[in-house]
């Protein structure tokens, strides 16, 4: 499959946008339904969702663009077709070699003329990638951005007319969102070296900011904007106070074995250990960061993409571009740095649109560890007072008694009329209650102890405990020792925890995370005001279950559902690529529940267009035959 235009032999530098007159509007039109065709005949899909339609409309009459969708909702499709369609390459700028190669791998297997240029090739493929791009026989070619700036790749490029430069993952160019990379910041000059040619950056997670930043730096002067809603509404959002983290992660998981998910910890140690203990209970777990060695990653990855039911214990270090679409699960027992860093991570579970779930749990710990490392880090004061803000917002978020969904959509300038009924506290909604004298005790005990101590003293000298750390600064003498004799070490910590969250309490940093008082605390220590808190759900205890059978498949369809399975799996063994590759999990359902006799019946499944049935078709067709027959 090629573009439908004939090829430029030099790029275009004198041309220049244009108003669409008559002419150039029908010409538009006419290529949008050229779009649709492709949109059936190579992707399977029968129409297009959201606004991919205005995007690749705005791609196609050569204007820039600045694209929010959220993960799973499409984004590739915005600047793969524009490939396809407008006369040249397509240029893709990816920041992980992963993702360029299970974006290429998948777009082979539906006949789309694409490459990859990285490190992972030796000389010899690559003089292979660069001589395609030289001879124009290529729809679309994925790039890092170090790699397309080199200058030996942007002459390269120079040589050759491009139909679209698209900028995945674009947030990565601004130094105030989540992920930051500084090789993102040279990008700006594709501008200068490429006028005319229609540049596109995506991302699935940008506030206003952030969003306002992309478009300064990549000078995205005119862009238009699309921004989608942020609701995915198949996810279950639901955050715990946490208590024993191991523990409750098992009583989490206890029911989802044999299914695909990620759990993030924010330390190595902890990965391992994580990864470690859930191994040692029967699950199918890999450790994933940064400190592993190269090979024993890239393994890693590939069972989690190649094989059913991996979890993968990580750092952040995992999981951008990932494509997998069955991830029924992510899970945090650790808190993330910020609101947009958690929507991006979560965004894994569920791309196929089916139910997944969003399951975290966060402690005092986590707060001091987090403002501990904002305020050590060495960034300039500006820098520090917006991750200081974003750390408050996702405490906040994590703390709201009103429907979870609506508060994060409102984050992002979202927003939904109702409460979602689908997260856990539509499900299960908090007790509050009058938490006024218990802040008062606390305060008052970290003012008594001299602003000096941390959590752990502090509650020891509330609860009355004679430590040695109280015998030896007399703290037995106290006021406040023992006036919290009555409530529980877990209880206090939750007090204080939400005391810290609402800025009563500070964690100083330079003096190893002792309490102060802020000048918010006056009036609550005064009287003037009153407090409600949290009522903590208790931790459950872990449920014994059976295996759950597939997601919507019926009992007396199990053995057909596995066959199906069985035969994707043997096909993407030898072609080399992800199960999900060949037809994903929604695909094999349709085939399932219709029993399509023919390639006609086929090609009304969504996901399947022309060149997988050509190439999948009939032995899909005898399986379900012989499964009729048997």
């Given at each position: 499959?090629?573009?439908?235009?004939?090829?430029?032999?030099?790029?275009?530098?004198?041309?220049?946008?244009?108003?669409?007159?008559?002419?150039?509007?029908?010409?538009?039109?006419?290529?949008?339904?050229?779009?649709?065709?492709?949109?059936?005949?190579?992707?399977?899909?029968?129409?297009?969702?959201?606004?991919?339609?205005?995007?690749?409309?705005?791609?196609?009459?050569?204007?820039?663009?600045?694209?929010?969708?959220?993960?799973?909702?499409?984004?590739?499709?915005?600047?793969?077709?524009?490939?396809?369609?407008?006369?040249?390459?397509?240029?893709?700028?990816?920041?992980?070699?992963?993702?360029?190669?299970?974006?290429?791998?998948?777009?082979?297997?539906?006949?789309?003329?694409?490459?990859?240029?990285?490190?992972?090739?030796?000389?010899?493929?690559?003089?292979?990638?660069?001589?395609?791009?030289?001879?124009?026989?290529?729809?679309?070619?994925?790039?890092?951005?170090?790699?397309?700036?080199?200058?030996?790749?942007?002459?390269?490029?120079?040589?050759?007319?491009?139909?679209?430069?698209?900028?995945?993952?674009?947030?990565?160019?601004?130094?105030?969102?989540?992920?930051?990379?500084?090789?993102?910041?040279?990008?700006?000059?594709?501008?200068?070296?490429?006028?005319?040619?229609?540049?596109?950056?995506?991302?699935?997670?940008?506030?206003?900011?952030?969003?306002?930043?992309?478009?300064?730096?990549?000078?995205?002067?005119?862009?238009?904007?699309?921004?989608?809603?942020?609701?995915?509404?198949?996810?279950?959002?639901?955050?715990?106070?946490?208590?024993?983290?191991?523990?409750?992660?098992?009583?989490?998981?206890?029911?989802?074995?044999?299914?695909?998910?990620?759990?993030?910890?924010?330390?190595?140690?902890?990965?391992?250990?994580?990864?470690?203990?859930?191994?040692?209970?029967?699950?199918?777990?890999?450790?994933?960061h940064a400190g592993l060695p190269t090979h024993e990653r890239t393994e890693h990855q590939g069972r989690f993409l190649y094989e059913d039911g991996v979890?993968?214990?990580?750092?952040?270090?995992?999981?951008?571009?990932?494509?997998?679409?069955?991830?029924?699960?992510?899970?945090?027992?650790?808190?993330?740095?910020?609101?947009?860093?958690?929507?991006?991570?979560?965004?894994?579970?569920?791309?196929?649109?089916?139910?997944?779930?969003?399951?975290?749990?966060?402690?005092?710990?986590?707060?001091?560890?987090?403002?501990?490392?904002?305020?050590?880090?060495?960034?300039?004061?500006?820098?520090?007072?917006?991750?200081?803000?974003?750390?408050?917002?996702?405490?906040?978020?994590?703390?709201?008694?009103?429907?979870?969904?609506?508060?994060?959509?409102?984050?992002?300038?979202?927003?939904?009329?109702?409460?979602?009924?689908?997260?856990?506290?539509?499900?299960?909604?908090?007790?509050?209650?009058?938490?006024?004298?218990?802040?008062?005790?606390?305060?008052?005990?970290?003012?008594?102890?001299?602003?000096?101590?941390?959590?752990?003293?502090?509650?020891?000298?509330?609860?009355?405990?004679?430590?040695?750390?109280?015998?030896?600064?007399?703290?037995?003498?106290?006021?406040?020792?023992?006036?919290?004799?009555?409530?529980?070490?877990?209880?206090?910590?939750?007090?204080?925890?939400?005391?810290?969250?609402?800025?009563?309490?500070?964690?100083?940093?330079?003096?190893?995370?002792?309490?102060?008082?802020?000048?918010?605390?006056?009036?609550?220590?005064?009287?003037?005001?009153?407090?409600?808190?949290?009522?903590?759900?208790?931790?459950?205890?872990?449920?014994?279950?059976?295996?759950?059978?597939?997601?919507?498949?019926?009992?007396?369809?199990?053995?057909?559902?596995?066959?199906?399975?069985?035969?994707?799996?043997?096909?993407?063994?030898?072609?080399?690529?992800?199960?999900?590759?060949?037809?994903?999990?929604?695909?094999?359902?349709?085939?399932?529940?219709?029993?399509?006799?023919?390639?006609?019946?086929?090609?009304?499944?969504?996901?399947?267009?022309?060149?997988?049935?050509?190439?999948?078709?009939?032995?899909?067709?005898?399986?379900?035959?012989?499964?009729?027959?048997?």
């Open positions: 499959m090629g573009a439908c235009f004939p090829k430029r032999s030099i790029q275009g530098r004198s041309w220049q946008r244009r108003p669409l007159n008559q002419q150039a509007g029908a010409k538009i039109n006419g290529m949008l339904q050229r779009a649709q065709e492709l949109l059936r005949n190579v992707y399977g899909y029968a129409r297009f969702r959201g606004r991919q339609e205005e995007v690749i409309a705005t791609a196609l009459a050569g204007e820039d663009a600045l694209v929010l969708m959220p993960t799973g909702g499409g984004k590739s499709l915005c600047y793969q077709l524009p490939a396809m369609l407008r006369p040249g390459l397509g240029v893709v700028v990816s920041p992980l070699i992963a993702l360029m190669q299970d974006q290429v791998a998948a777009l082979k297997q539906l006949g789309v003329r694409s490459a990859f240029l990285n490190s992972t090739l030796s000389f010899q493929e690559q003089r292979g990638v660069q001589e395609d791009v030289a001879n124009q026989s290529l729809d679309l070619l994925y790039l890092a951005p170090e790699r397309l700036l080199q200058e030996e790749t942007l002459a390269l490029l120079a040589n050759v007319p491009l139909a679209v430069i698209a900028i995945d993952e674009a947030h990565c160019v601004s130094q105030w969102g989540h992920d930051f990379r500084q090789d993102y910041l040279g990008l700006n000059i594709l501008r200068e070296r490429f006028p005319g040619v229609p540049r596109m950056a995506l991302t699935a997670t940008a506030d206003a900011l952030t969003r306002r930043e992309i478009l300064a730096r990549l000078e995205l002067n005119g862009a238009k904007q699309f921004i989608s809603g942020f609701d995915r509404p198949n996810i279950r959002y639901t955050v715990r106070a946490k208590a024993d983290a191991n523990a409750q992660l098992l009583a989490f998981l206890e029911d989802r074995r044999h299914e695909a998910g990620i759990v993030y910890a924010m330390t190595r140690k902890k990965v391992e250990a994580t990864a470690q203990l859930l191994a040692e209970r029967g699950f199918t777990a890999l450790p994933y979890v993968i214990v990580a750092t952040i270090a995992f999981g951008m571009g990932i494509d997998k679409p069955d991830v029924r699960f992510v899970a945090h027992v650790d808190l993330p740095k910020s609101v947009e860093a958690y929507y991006q991570e979560t965004g894994r579970a569920g791309r196929d649109g089916e139910p997944a779930e969003a399951w975290m749990v966060y402690g005092l710990q986590d707060v001091v560890r987090l403002r501990q490392m904002v305020d050590q880090s060495e960034a300039g004061e500006e820098h520090k007072r917006i991750e200081r803000a974003k750390l408050d917002a996702l405490l906040g978020w994590c703390e709201v008694t009103a429907c979870r969904r609506r508060a994060l959509l409102e984050h992002f300038g979202d927003g939904l009329a109702e409460d979602c009924g689908n997260c856990d506290i539509c499900l299960t909604p908090p007790q509050t209650w009058d938490g006024t004298e218990e802040a008062q005790k606390l305060l008052s005990c970290v003012y008594r102890t001299g602003q000096y101590f941390g959590a752990g003293h502090v509650i020891d000298v509330l609860r009355g405990k004679d430590t040695a750390k109280v015998q030896q600064r007399r703290h037995q003498n106290l006021s406040t020792f023992g006036i919290g004799a009555d409530r529980s070490e877990v209880q206090w910590r939750s007090v204080l925890r939400q005391l810290l969250v609402q800025g009563h309490l500070h964690a100083d940093a330079e003096r190893y995370g002792a309490l102060r008082l802020t000048a918010k605390s006056r009036p609550l220590l005064k009287g003037a005001e009153r407090i409600r808190l949290r009522q903590d759900a208790a931790a459950k205890p872990p449920r014994k279950t059976t295996p759950k059978p597939a997601q919507d498949v019926a009992p007396e369809n199990q053995g057909l559902w596995d066959k199906l399975r069985d035969l994707r799996r043997r096909l993407a063994e030898e072609a080399g690529v992800p199960p999900y590759v060949i037809f994903h999990d929604a695909t094999l359902k349709e085939m399932v529940r219709l029993r399509p006799s023919s390639a006609e019946e086929l090609l009304t499944l969504h996901g399947i267009g022309q060149t997988k049935l050509d190439r999948y078709g009939s032995v899909f067709l005898k399986a379900l035959r012989v499964h009729e027959e048997g």
